[in-house]
């Protein structure tokens, strides 16, 4: 069964750096998205991105993350000077190109900002 | 954004039925009623969705309460590894598709 893969499982980085967190989304999947969960809280959305541009993203999303698609498989969140409260589970997700349909969760980056 | 109301936790026997209920009193025309769940330690994955008409999958029933204001999911037989939150979500599909909002879902317990 397809499915979303999310690169690396784990990442530990020291407060200030940039880190790249990359998922594969299904292969035939035109709608992607990144969430975050921080520890014993709720999944909040982040962004979502379609034909190649962001077409939604929320309060959390802002200059200092970024997306992109640099190819036709990878499917990447970038945060440029991380801070102690981005530690979380980050979770990209892809769905197909019809309408309302599901979508299809990887298993997630744990980012430790220390 | 339409909201939810579920409730915190619920607890079924292993085997025995297991019906989860969500409030969405102020549902619109274009909202239609997702559910998905959250296992231990994984990413949230779908489990059903409808709109007006009562849903079966191959992992569970969706009863939609004639006015939409409510909704059950419904597992005909919990197993311990149906364990986990599930989240009712409404989206609004107006404006194509929108992302998925969560909430804090209901944590579900299947006792062996």
């Known amino acids: 069964e397809p499915e979303v893969t999310q690169t690396p499982s784990h990442q530990v980085t020291q407060m200030g750096q940039e880190v790249i967190l990359r998922c594969v989304p299904i292969?035939?999947?035109?709608?992607f998205y990144w969430y975050r969960q921080i520890l014993g809280q709720k999944v909040e959305f982040l962004v979502s991105f379609y034909n190649n541009e962001i077409s939604e993203k929320s309060e959390i999303f802002d200059d200092q993350f970024s997306v992109e698609r640099p190819d036709g498989s990878n499917f990447t969140l970038k945060i440029r000077s991380t801070k102690l409260e981005d530690s979380a589970m980050y979770f990209c997700?892809?769905?197909?190109?019809?309408?309302?349909?599901?979508?299809?969760f990887g298993q997630g980056t744990r980012l430790t900002v220390v | 954004d339409a909201k939810t109301t579920q409730p915190n936790s619920m607890e079924s026997n292993e085997e025995e039925p297991v019906h989860l209920p969500c409030n969405h009193s102020t549902i619109s025309g274009t909202d239609y009623i997702h559910w998905y769940r959250q296992l231990p330690s994984q990413g949230p994955e779908y489990v059903i969705h409808?709109?007006?008409s009562n849903v079966n999958n191959r992992m569970a029933s969706l009863a939609i309460a004639e006015d939409r204001k409510s909704s059950t999911l419904i597992l005909h037989r919990a197993t311990l590894r149906d364990a986990a939150v599930y989240y009712c979500?409404?989206?609004?599909?107006?404006?194509?598709?929108?992302?998925?909002?969560f909430g804090k879902g209901t944590r579900l317990s299947v006792i062996a």
């Open positions: 997700a892809s769905s197909e190109p019809t309408f309302n349909t599901e979508a299809f």
């Open positions: 292969s035939n999947h035109l709608y």
């Open positions: 409808g709109l007006t």
């Open positions: 979500i409404l989206r609004d599909v107006s404006s194509g598709n929108t992302p998925l909002v």
